[in-house]
């Protein structure tokens, strides 16, 4: 199987956050097989007054919810 292809481990079928986004080189679809919509990169101002461009992240692990900026 070529990359975009296989299954991304990180989207899990929707069930997941990929922290490459729209970047991804993996397949993001759901279980019923429709592909998600690539997240659009989001911009974030820096303490400093500069704006990021990145993607938001957020993900569960053992009942706890993190989010993290991720620059792209």
Request: a positive charge.
């Amino acid at each position: 199987l070529s990359a975009d292809k296989k299954a991304c481990k990180y989207f899990d079928q929707g069930r997941g956050s990929c922290p490459f986004g729209g970047k991804c080189l993996y397949l993001h679809a759901f279980r019923d097989g429709t592909r998600a919509e690539p997240e659009p990169p989001r911009k974030q101002l820096s303490s400093e007054g500069n704006v990021r461009v990145g993607i938001h992240s957020c993900s569960v692990d053992s009942g706890k919810i993190s989010q993290s900026f991720i620059p792209s």
